[in-house]
């Protein structure tokens, strides 16, 4: 069974405090991880995808980072809008299905 | 833009009531999904269609079912409302093997 783990579930950071937040998982195979931001009361905004172990993706303050058991979501100098909760995602490779397994997120909050 | 749309974002139905819940995607995506959020449970998996007419239950279909008569519009029926299934309903696509896109979400209180 397809697993996901995030870490921490929850952050607080002042604004410009950089950290990471970790998504551990265990697939039969890796076909995708998705990194998501989801603010409240409303449905969660696609980040990233990364496909194999040693890609990296960037999108403003924000970097993803992908190895064979875990995924990193690195956040530089964040500022209070970024304040959301952090969702990762995994799709498997075995089967037909295409669906993906969630973790329980991290809720991060940055004050100023 | 991969637009996903939920018909409403806020309903208030009675115990009892039959409930639908309709989702429509712009991008011809075979894939989509129903969700249900709870605080501290995360996203739950209700149903799931790879295909018009064709449907796959998640890990709580209990007291949902699902409808896909065309491939854009993905509908989610609540047989007999109850106050458990008070939570966020979170509909989503997908193509083949790529990210799932969500919609904004729909906030329901069964009372």
């Known amino acids: 069974e397809d697993q996901v783990t995030q870490s921490p579930e929850a952050l607080r950071l002042q604004e410009g405090e950089s950290s990471s937040l970790n998504c551990s998982y265990t697939?039969?195979?890796?076909?995708?991880l998705f990194w998501y931001r989801q603010d409240p009361g409303k449905g969660p905004e696609f980040l990233f995808t990364?496909?194999?172990a040693g890609e990296e993706k960037e999108k403003e303050r924000l970097k993803a980072t992908l190895t064979k058991k875990e995924s990193f979501l690195h956040i530089t100098a964040p500022k209070p809008e970024d304040s959301a909760t952090y969702l990762c995602?995994?799709?498997?490779?075995?089967?037909?299905?295409?669906?993906?397994?969630f973790g329980r997120g991290t809720s991060l909050i940055v004050h100023p | 833009d991969v637009k996903v749309t939920q018909s409403s974002r806020y309903l208030v139905k009675r115990t009892g009531e039959k409930v639908f819940l309709e989702c429509v995607q712009d991008?011809?995506?075979?894939?989509m999904f129903w969700y249900r959020q709870d605080p501290g449970l995360g996203l739950r998996l209700i149903y799931f269609?790879?295909?018009?007419?064709?449907?796959e239950k998640g890990d709580i279909p209990e007291g949902y079912s699902v409808s896909r008569e065309k491939k854009e519009r993905f509908s989610l029926i609540l047989e007999s409302a109850s106050t458990n299934q008070t939570s966020m309903y979170l509909c989503?696509?997908?193509?083949?093997?790529?990210?799932?896109?969500f919609g904004q979400g729909t906030r329901l209180t069964v009372v």
């Open positions: 269609s790879y295909d018009v007419k064709m449907k």
């Open positions: 991008m011809d995506h075979e894939n």
């Open positions: 995602a995994v799709q498997a490779v075995s089967g037909g299905s295409y669906i993906p397994t």
């Open positions: 990364l496909y194999s």
């Open positions: 989503a696509s997908s193509s083949a093997s790529t990210e799932a896109f």
């Open positions: 697939v039969s195979g890796l076909r995708g």
